[in-house]
């Protein structure tokens, strides 16, 4: 198992994916009347609506992987996407507000669950 932290996108995550079974992406999302620290459990397939850009520099995680399978890069089958409801996504700061860390916090918990469950870590762990 690897965690990594990135700050990229589009064609570029696809490197990152190489040779894994499953991954797990979380980012930050703003939805139409969505609530601060909301979490979303989604797959690629739920962005599908959105698979078209204006050019090549600003591809998308739907675009990108549909690339890749098309290509036959080695990708994982298995990806869920862990999207958190911000208020803000043109601000950055090391700094959440109290809504997306409590969601952040959330979101670790669901993840854990969600590996212990898939059998990559142990669910004795501690004991």
């Known amino acids: ?6 700050s990229i996108s589009g ?3 696809l490197e990152l994916l190489f040779d894994y079974d499953k991954a797990i992406i979380v980012d930050a999302i703003q939805t139409a009347g969505g609530i601060a620290g909301h979490i979303y459990r ?14 090549p520099h600003d591809v ?3 675009t990108a992987l549909e690339f890749g399978r098309k290509l ?3 990708i994982p089958q298995d990806i869920i996407i862990y999207a958190i409801e911000v208020v803000d996504v043109q601000t950055f700061s090391e ?11 959330q979101c670790v ?13 142990r669910n004795d762990l501690g004991k």
Not at 1 to 6: A, G, I, L, R, W
Not at 42 to 55: A, G, V
Not at 109 to 121: A, F, R, W
């Open 72 to 74: 036959n890069l080695p």
């Open 1 to 6: 198992m690897t965690v990594t932290e990135e």
């Open 60 to 62: 998308n995680l739907a």
């Open 42 to 55: 989604l797959r690629p397939d739920s962005f599908n609506f959105s698979m078209h850009s204006c050019s």
């Open 11 to 13: 064609l570029n995550l």
């Open 109 to 121: 918990n669901m993840i854990v669950h969600e590996l212990q469950n898939s059998g990559y870590i």
């Open 95 to 105: 700094i959440c507000t109290t809504e997306v860390q409590q969601g952040i916090n």
